[in-house]
């Protein structure tokens, strides 16, 4: 229960207690002043009271007139307080319910608020794993492309010290050896050996 719920239960209690007041004054006027019209029924009449403002405190006689009962005028007005306590107590519920409405507004906001972050800091975390799936699949490649172009570059060694070997062997042939086992000594002696 809210706290205009309960203020307005306690407004509610107040203006029965306050009701019930005014109808055994009236009606301990009644019987005090031996009025017959409404001595025959004083709570009727006191309820008839009610309705009006406790100020002019009027009600209806039995020629269909209506008449200001000045004899009850002071029972009625002496309530006119807890009126203005009811009315304040009114106010002091709308306040609170117009309090009540703007939390809920502000909660609501927040909680759409921290419902959007945690889409965020969701698709983040999302676009965090892909990243790191992403980038461990090209760490993968760069390492099977080192692991191939290793071997690429033993077999192209083997052919070279293979090829190499050959020239030698053949310059051997001519009596012919390179002084030193490089591209540049090789190419002069197999000059030599074609001029």
Excluded: W
């Excluded at 031996?34 to 309705?51: G, R, V």
């Excluded at 807890?82 to 709308?94: F, G, P, R, S, Y």
């Amino acid at each position: 229960m809210g706290v205009h719920g309960l203020l307005f239960q306690v407004m509610k209690a107040a203006e029965a207690t306050i009701k019930l007041q005014v109808i055994n004054k009236i009606a301990a006027a009644a019987s005090a002043k031996n009025e017959t019209d409404i001595k025959a029924q004083p709570l009727a009449h006191a309820s008839l009271l009610l309705t009006y403002s406790p100020i002019e405190a009027v009600a209806m006689v039995p020629g269909g007139h209506t008449t200001t009962l000045n004899p009850f005028n002071q029972a009625v007005i002496g309530t006119r307080d807890q009126e203005q306590q009811i009315l304040m107590l009114t106010k002091h519920v709308a306040h609170y319910s117009i309090k009540e409405a703007q939390m809920h507004s502000e909660k609501s906001a927040l909680e759409k608020r921290i419902a959007y972050m945690r889409l965020v800091f969701d698709q983040q975390q999302k676009d965090l794993v892909d990243a790191e799936s992403k980038a461990l699949s090209y760490r993968q490649d760069i390492i099977e492309e080192n692991i191939r172009m290793t071997y690429a570059f033993q077999d192209a060694e083997e052919e070279r010290s293979t090829f190499v070997s050959s020239l030698m062997s053949f310059l051997a042939e001519y009596s012919l050896q390179p002084s030193v086992v490089d591209a540049q000594s090789i190419f002069s002696n197999v000059k030599v050996c074609i001029n």
